[in-house]
């Protein structure tokens, strides 16, 4: 069965550091998201990505944060300079847009831990 | 704002006792409900999408209805391995079409043997 899965599963950085975490979605999927979920709280909305440009983005999803489809099947979220309330886990969805609603599927996701 | 709020936060059952959780929201328009499951420390699991009131969907011990102002996940002599957290989220039709999902903060299930 087709999976979205995400790289690394653990990432520990120094705030002010850069990271990227990494997304394969669904292989025939068009719609991509990140979301991500600080321990104990709801899971958040952060972008929404098609066509090669952000289609929605949340308020959380500030000039730090920055989203690339660098070739055909990765799908990656950069943070520019880590702060410690980056901490939280990052879960990549995909969606493939043929339903009504938009069924999103997610990855396993990244945990990130900033010091 | 869609808003969307679960009950009863953690709930814990004997194996084979039924019950039903419920999610409660608001939303300008719904275009979708879904019902996920998640692992500790795993990504959100697809279960369930509802889209207009009256609908219900099952899938093994589980069965999701949807009414105007709420949705229940009826789950029916759970065993251990349904023990998980649910989420429930709303997806609302926007200017513009938007995609994303507005979670409640989910029940805590636990099935006890």
């Known amino acids: 069965e087709p999976e979205v899965t995400q790289t690394p599963s653990h990432q520990v950085t120094q705030m002010g550091q850069e990271v990227i975490l990494r997304c394969v979605p669904i292989?025939?999927?068009?719609?991509f998201y990140w979301y991500r979920q600080i321990l104990g709280q709801k899971v958040e909305f952060l972008v929404s990505?098609?066509?090669?440009?952000?289609?929605?983005k949340s308020e959380i999803f500030d000039d730090q944060f920055s989203v690339e489809r660098p070739d055909g099947s990765n799908f990656t979220l950069k943070i520019r300079s880590t702060k410690l309330e980056d901490s939280a886990m990052y879960f990549c969805?995909?969606?493939?847009?043929?339903?009504?609603?938009?069924?999103?599927?997610f990855g396993p996701g990244t945990r990130l831990t900033v010091t | 704002e869609d808003q969307v709020t679960q009950s009863p936060e953690a709930l814990r059952l004997q194996e084979g006792e039924s019950s039903s959780l419920n999610c409660s929201y608001t939303?300008?328009?719904?275009?979708?409900l879904f019902w996920y499951r998640q692992d500790p420390g795993k990504g959100p699991e697809f279960l369930f999408t509802?889209?207009?009131a009256g609908e219900e969907k099952e899938k093994e011990r589980l069965k999701a209805t949807l009414t105007k102002k709420e949705s229940f996940l009826h789950i029916t002599a759970p065993k251990p391995e349904d023990s998980a957290t649910y989420l429930c989220?709303?997806?609302?039709?926007?200017?513009?079409?938007?995609?994303?999902?507005?979670f409640g903060k989910g029940t805590k299930l636990t099935v006890n043997p």
């Open positions: 969805a995909s969606s493939d847009g043929l339903a009504v609603s938009y069924e999103q599927y």
């Open positions: 292989s025939n999927h068009l719609y």
């Open positions: 990505f098609y066509n090669n440009e952000i289609s929605e």
């Open positions: 509802l889209y207009s």
């Open positions: 939303v300008s328009g719904l275009r979708g």
């Open positions: 989220a709303v997806q609302g039709f926007t200017q513009g079409g938007s995609e994303k999902l507005v």
